[in-house]
């Protein structure tokens, strides 16, 4: 009786997938099926009862043949203390933003390889919409035609979508808070990279910009970065990214403060850290130049002598 060892099977064990994949793995994998999108987010102030419209650029990224799109639109709601969000459906008898926005022309269109289209869109806000901020996206699914391909090989698709952010004025409070300011508390040179953790704890959502100051041991101010606007919905939590670009030297120890706004232009929280700037690399070459220096005035002087003499 023949009796299959388990050395054995190891052995042989990279070579049965390699025939399975040369083999069967092409029966179940197409062509990539791809889209691209842009803007990826809008953000629209709208009154009840008043609309606004705008335009979606979509193109075919697919390879060859020509995709099947279809399109539709989804609520979502931010995760309490995350950057996350989650979809959720529509609430029995209660209007949502997926009743407000209506994607102009047909819900389901072929694209064919590298072609693009827009797609237009109007968001109408009913006249008893609450105030506050609501959320939806816009969403497109892409599959070949034939989903199954020749040889019922499985075809892989892509859903992109791009977020629809809408505010309703009224009785709404902007307000947030930095969680944690946070950069190096050494380094030898130029960029400096700083994070702000900010806390959304607003009933709306908003852009929050400001300015970050730099200054030296000396109290002067060396520096001033604008901290760009990033979206953070109600009750989220954003890290934002700032980085000091500057040439030439620095050395010793500086401040950084950050004071964001809201969007009124009213300061919402401030932060403020210390760091130090030490190039210790320059500093090395400079201590071994001289040392190197040093030492070679010290040959000279004894080597080399100099004397006058009268003519």
């Not at 099947?68 to 950057?83: K, L, R, T, W």
């Not at 809408?166 to 944690?180: A, E, F, R, S, W």
């Not at 953790?197 to 709306?204: A, I, L, P, R, S």
């Not at 002067?220 to 040439?247: A, C, H, Y």
């Given at each position: 009786?023949?009796?299959?060892?388990?050395?054995?099977?190891?052995?042989?064990?990279?070579?049965?997938?390699?025939?399975?994949?040369?083999?069967?793995?092409p029966r179940f994998i197409d062509a990539?099926?791809?889209?691209?999108?842009?803007?990826?987010?809008?953000?629209?102030?709208?009154?009840?009862?008043?609309?606004?419209?705008?335009?979606?650029?979509?193109?075919?990224?697919?390879?060859?043949?020509?995709?099947?799109?279809?399109?539709?639109?989804?609520?979502?709601?931010?995760?309490?203390?995350?950057?996350?969000?989650?979809?959720?459906?529509?609430?029995?008898?209660?209007?949502?933003?997926?009743?407000?926005?209506?994607?102009?022309?047909k819900k389901v269109f072929d694209l064919?390889?590298?072609?693009?289209?827009?797609?237009?869109?109007?968001?109408?806000?009913?006249?008893?919409?609450?105030?506050?901020?609501?959320?939806?996206?816009?969403?497109?699914?892409?599959?070949?035609?034939?989903?199954?391909?020749?040889?019922?090989?499985?075809?892989?698709?892509?859903?992109?979508?791009?977020?629809?952010?809408?505010?309703?004025?009224?009785?709404?409070?902007?307000?947030?808070?930095?969680?944690?300011?946070?950069?190096?508390?050494?380094?030898?040179?130029?960029?400096?990279?700083?994070?702000?953790?900010?806390?959304?704890?607003?009933?709306?959502?908003?852009?929050?910009?400001?300015?970050?100051?730099?200054?030296?041991?000396?109290?002067?101010?060396?520096?001033?970065?604008?901290?760009?606007?990033?979206?953070?919905?109600?009750?989220?939590?954003?890290?934002?990214?700032?980085?000091?670009?500057?040439?030439?030297?620095?050395?010793?120890?500086?401040?950084?403060?950050?004071?964001?706004?809201?969007?009124?232009?009213?300061?919402?929280?401030?932060?403020?850290?210390?760091?130090?700037?030490?190039?210790?690399?320059?500093?090395?070459?400079?201590?071994?130049?001289?040392?190197?220096?040093?030492?070679?005035?010290?040959?000279?002087?004894?080597?080399?002598?100099?004397?006058?003499?009268?003519?």
């Open positions: 009786m023949f009796r299959f060892k388990s050395k054995y099977f190891f052995a042989f064990l990279p070579c049965v997938v390699l025939v399975v994949g040369v083999f069967f793995l990539a099926t791809g889209l691209t999108i842009r803007p990826v987010k809008v953000s629209h102030t709208i009154k009840p009862g008043e609309s606004v419209s705008g335009v979606i650029h979509l193109s075919s990224a697919s390879d060859g043949e020509p995709i099947n799109v279809e399109a539709s639109v989804e609520d979502f709601i931010p995760v309490a203390g995350a950057e996350g969000i989650q979809f959720v459906g529509r609430a029995p008898g209660v209007t949502t933003v997926r009743d407000w926005i209506d994607l102009g022309g064919k390889q590298d072609e693009q289209v827009e797609i237009p869109y109007t968001v109408t806000a009913p006249e008893n919409a609450e105030p506050g901020s609501h959320f939806g996206v816009a969403f497109f699914k892409a599959t070949r035609p034939d989903s199954f391909g020749e040889g019922g090989g499985l075809s892989i698709g892509t859903r992109i979508g791009m977020l629809i952010l809408i505010t309703v004025p009224g009785n709404h409070l902007q307000k947030g808070n930095i969680l944690g300011f946070t950069g190096p508390a050494f380094v030898q040179k130029a960029p400096v990279d700083f994070q702000i953790k900010f806390e959304n704890t607003g009933t709306v959502h908003f852009e929050p910009k400001g300015t970050l100051t730099l200054r030296n041991m000396f109290g002067s101010e060396v520096g001033r970065v604008p901290i760009e606007g990033q979206t953070v919905l109600p009750t989220g939590i954003k890290d934002i990214n700032v980085s000091w670009e500057v040439k030439g030297w620095l050395l010793g120890r500086y401040s950084a403060t950050a004071v964001l706004y809201d969007g009124e232009g009213v300061a919402v929280t401030t932060g403020t850290i210390t760091f130090w700037v030490i190039p210790i690399w320059y500093l090395l070459g400079f201590l071994v130049a001289v040392l190197v220096l040093f030492v070679i005035l010290r040959w000279l002087k004894r080597r080399v002598r100099i004397s006058l003499v009268s003519p």
